[in-house]
């Protein structure tokens, strides 16, 4: 079995994200040579793992897909502008809770050149994506890694998220209904939220449009218990009358 080089993880990385990539565009966003990506696809693709195609790379037909990643697919624009907005409200020296909804991890990417951050994480993709990086200092949550996600639920990790005071909380959510308020759809995602809520200097929810009025499964929080809502399209007028207590504000 041919070892992959971290290089050829992060080019799994870019096709788990857009199933085809180009030699070109991997070059460049990995600052390789295109001989260099060639080499890498060569190797990934004798051991099954990529199927090559002209000028580029994609995953196999057959290839499973996890649900995250799926998730981290949809609305893929709305969300990075969602992202590139919650940033703007991040400063250097923050100490910041991320949670491990797909918006939120767009998030993580958009604060890859802050310098002193502390961020509290249940997700090790944002883990990932910030620890190592100008002097940032990043506490992972403990318990129960969920294959789906490769994130942290459970009793072990609520806990480990009541012992920090964070200045900001970035939340995703699976629903913003005028009635309910905000919902997600995983009762072990929705007390990992709610354990935050009482320790965040200011809350913010990034959600795109689809979440507006979505069926929701489990109760996270009320209109009030959120400061700032962030998403790509204004709500509609029952669910904007309920967030008179929540800025909204549309990203661009």
Do not use: W
């Amino acid at each position: 079995m041919i070892k992959q080089s971290k290089r050829q993880l992060e080019i799994m990385k870019f096709l788990q994200a857009r199933k085809s990539c180009s030699v070109i565009e991997l070059a460049e966003a990995l600052d390789v040579s295109d001989e260099t990506i060639r080499r890498d696809i060569r190797h990934l693709a004798a051991t099954g793992t990529v199927e090559k195609i002209h000028g580029g790379v994609m995953l196999p037909h057959n290839s499973h897909e996890p649900p995250f990643m799926s998730r981290l697919q949809e609305q893929r624009d709305e969300k990075q502008r969602i992202a590139r907005r919650a940033a703007t409200l991040i400063k250097d020296g923050d100490t910041v809770l991320i949670d491990n909804g797909s918006t939120s991890c767009y998030v993580a990417k958009e604060l890859i050149n802050y310098r002193n951050l502390t961020i509290v994480t249940n997700s090790t993709e944002v883990a990932r994506e910030l620890c190592s990086r100008n002097n940032n200092r990043v506490f992972m949550a403990g318990g129960e890694i969920r294959s789906d996600d490769s994130a942290a639920y459970g009793p072990t990790a609520v806990e480990f998220a009541r012992q920090f005071i964070v200045q900001k909380a970035i939340l995703s959510m699976g629903s913003v209904q005028a009635k309910q308020g905000y919902l997600d759809f995983e009762l072990a995602e929705a007390e990992f939220k709610r354990a935050i809520l009482p320790q965040a200097g200011q809350v913010i929810v990034v959600a795109d449009h689809t979440k507006y009025n979505r069926p929701g499964t489990v109760k996270v929080a009320d209109f009030n218990q959120v400061d700032i809502l962030i998403s790509d399209q204004a709500p509609p007028k029952d669910l904007a009358d309920q967030l008179s207590s929540t800025e909204v504000l549309i990203a661009d």
